[in-house]
């Protein structure tokens, strides 16, 4: 079974630049989140969507981060325009959505963006 | 505010012997951990869980403990394994308000085991 596909797996832009990430997830799962993880830090969620539904996007900057999961499968997040502090590994996961509180998030290998 | 503290960025463990991987956590609504290993240039990979229900949860050479009372959790790896070396990830979330299936991680401590 393939497991959560994420690309690009690097990016190096320069500041102000827009940029994008796309992410397929596990066939089959219906949640998928976007975690940004800051260098020595542990992965803070942005946004999770249940289908094409974003249910909890509490933590997405709005002003610049966007999100989409139009056909409630694969997902691109942007950011525009960056900024240096956006430097980070953003990580895509996924999970079946079956309504299981203790089911488990699978994670893709993630961004490593740069920002100069 | 760091709700969920791993104090220690780094342990370094001989081979056969036990690592020790220690998680406090402040919100006293979290009801459900998790441990995630993350090898360089990989996602998270989950290894074990355990409910507050629960004090032990076993899998193989991996035992997690939970201390309610103390807000503390531990990951024992018996016995330690060159490819355990990787930076293993406390995680919690909580089954109340909106928020129910956001993970809240600690920093991570880099596991060493030295063979």
């Known amino acids: 079974e393939a497991g959560v596909v994420q690309s690009p797996r690097y990016k190096i832009i320069e500041k102000k630049q827009p940029v994008a990430f796309w992410c397929n997830p596990i066939s089959g799962h219906n949640t998928l989140y976007w975690y940004r993880q800051n260098l020595g830090q542990g992965p803070e969620l942005l946004i999770r969507y249940e289908n094409e539904e974003a249910v909890d996007d509490s933590q997405l900057p709005k002003d610049r981060f966007s999100a989409e999961r139009l056909k409630g499968v694969d997902s691109t997040l942007k950011i525009q325009p960056a900024e240096l502090g956006d430097s980070a590994v953003y990580l895509c996961?996924?999970?079946?959505?079956?309504?299981?509180?203790?089911?488990?998030?699978?994670f893709g290998p993630g961004t490593r963006l740069l920002v100069l | 505010d760091q709700q969920v503290k791993q104090n220690s960025p780094s342990l370094s463990v001989q081979e056969g012997r036990i690592s020790i991987l220690n998680c406090d956590y402040t919100n006293s609504m979290f009801d459900y951990f998790l441990w995630y290993k993350k090898y360089p240039a990989e996602g998270p990979t989950f290894l074990i869980s355990i409910s507050s229900i629960k004090d032990k949860n076993e899998d193989g050479r991996f035992t997690v403990f939970l201390n309610k009372s103390a807000k503390h959790l531990s990951l024992h790896i018996v016995p330690s394994q060159p490819g355990d070396s990787a930076v293993y990830f406390c995680a919690a979330k909580g089954s109340s308000g909106g928020s129910n299936y956001k993970l809240t991680f600690g920093k991570g401590t880099l596991l060493t085991v030295n063979p």
């Open positions: 996961a996924s999970s079946p959505g079956q309504g299981s509180y203790q089911e488990t998030q699978y």
